[in-house]
């Protein structure tokens, strides 16, 4: 299967993927309530091959820059769990290619995506977030593939040539843009 992403990603061009990628038979839908009788959506719903419910988020900067968005997000996360609902977080910051789809959601296809991983076009970086969403960052950019994880480290040195490291990465992530890890 080929799927193929113009521009950057946003969530609807990640749920058309993700829908077909798991076919019409297991994709539930788009801002789908996954607990019943609770007001919370989760941006997208599918079933995994082993028929358990996966929800994923498609998470933006508000995600890493807004504390009262982080306490949601776990507390939905919480709900998930209860139900016996995993949930995938997908930050704004990286592309679905085929790397990304096998390690988010455990899917084969040849994804076409031409746009880089990292902070290209976006003017909020790490030094934006709130302490928790730097937290956040710094344990998904390491548990990234290490190719993925070097085109972002790539793009945030980018960012520092052209801003000044204080504009983009906060003192407690600096050392990433040297070690990667």
Not at 81 to 108: G, I
Not at 123 to 131: H, Q, R, T, V, Y
Request: with cysteine; aromatic share 8%; charged share 25%.
């Amino acid at each position: 299967m080929m799927i193929a992403i113009e521009g950057h990603l946003v969530q609807h061009k990640l749920a058309a993927a993700l829908s077909a990628v798991v076919g019409a038979g297991a994709w539930r839908g788009a801002e789908v309530r996954v607990v019943a009788g609770r007001r919370q959506r989760w941006d997208m719903l599918y079933e995994a091959e082993d028929g358990s419910a996966v929800a994923v988020e498609f998470d933006g900067d508000e995600h890493y820059r807004n504390i009262l968005k982080v306490k949601a997000d776990r507390e939905k996360d919480e709900l998930a769990s209860r139900a016996n609902v995993r949930v995938v977080r997908f930050p704004y910051w990286v592309q679905l290619t085929t790397e990304t789809l096998r390690h988010y959601f455990e899917r084969e296809a040849n994804v076409l995506q031409t746009f880089p991983h990292g902070f290209i076009t976006t003017k909020l970086f790490p030094a934006s977030f709130c302490e928790l969403g730097v937290e956040r960052f710094a344990r998904e950019l390491t548990a990234l593939p290490a190719s993925v994880r070097q085109s972002v480290i790539a793009s945030l040195q980018q960012r520092v040539a052209e801003h000044g490291m204080e504009y983009v990465m906060p003192h407690k992530l600096r050392a990433l843009l040297v070690t990667g890890d």
